[in-house]
């Protein structure tokens, strides 16, 4: 999941890529997962001749699952392989920009990110966040590139784009956390951890960092 797992500067930050690298087709850091299942049972049959059979039931028109539907699943998830599948899901919705060509140059730039071609993934996307500068995976995704080249400065600054267009993005707020930690901010570090777990309360990374931060400050205060 382009930022997810990481700890271990390329792990962790590839949670964007952690999440950016791992969804599929569409470059993402995410990981894949088997979606859970979405069709309820079919009703019992009903003998109150006002109720709709079974049938009925079935052509009836079902509300789609939006994003903001699998965030709220994704806050009160407590199981962490169920709440992976809706990050997962979450992360393909990131993905999607609407574009064929933007979609395509997204794909080139993974396909460079995974063979450590940072300077060619820094083209196709420096391409993606001028042609669709509204679509927030793009600003991620060159924020995952800057990191692994080292770049901090310029990967904060593409995650602070990231999360003006969607300030739920999970991943990116993790990609922050771990920037503040290198530079020693351990404070601001463990406030972005924080608001990981509001939104994703159950990152195994973020849950760690939380509760080895808050001992690490607890201990220095002494």
């Given amino acids: 999941m382009p930022w997810i797992s990481f700890f271990g500067m390329r792990s962790v930050f590839a949670v964007c890529i952690t999440l950016s690298l791992a969804a599929g087709a569409a ?26 059979d ?25 199981n962490e392989k ?44 420096d391409q993606v966040v001028t042609l669709a500068p509204d679509y927030a995976e793009g600003w991620n995704r060159r924020a995952t590139v800057h990191f692994m080249m080292r ?5 904060m600054a593409d995650i602070e784009h990231t999360l003006r267009l969607e300030p739920r993005h999970f991943g990116a707020l993790a990609g922050m956390a771990q920037i503040m930690e290198m530079r020693g901010r351990k404070e601001l570090a463990l406030e972005a951890w924080q608001k990981v777990l509001d ?7 973020a849950q760690d960092r939380v509760s080895a931060l808050s001992e690490e400050l607890a201990g220095e205060s002494i």
Avoid: C, H
Wanted: charged share 25%; proline share 9%.
């Fill in 54 to 78: 079974a049938a009925q039931e079935q052509a009836a028109p079902k509300a789609p699952i939006t994003i903001d539907t699998l965030f709220v699943d994704l806050k009160r998830e407590r």
């Fill in 199 to 205: 939104i994703y309360p159950m990152m195994r990374s």
């Fill in 27 to 52: 470059p993402a850091v995410a990981q894949s997962g088997p979606s859970r299942q979405e069709t309820p049972f079919a009703p019992l049959p009903s003998d109150d001749p006002q109720a709709p």
């Fill in 151 to 155: 770049g901090y400065g310029k990967s």
């Fill in 82 to 125: 169920a709440a992976e599948r809706i990050a997962a899901r979450i992360q393909d919705r990131w993905n999607r920009s609407g574009s064929a060509s933007i979609d395509l140059m997204m794909q080139w730039a993974q396909k460079a990110m995974e063979e450590q071609k940072f300077d060619v993934a820094l083209d196709f996307l």
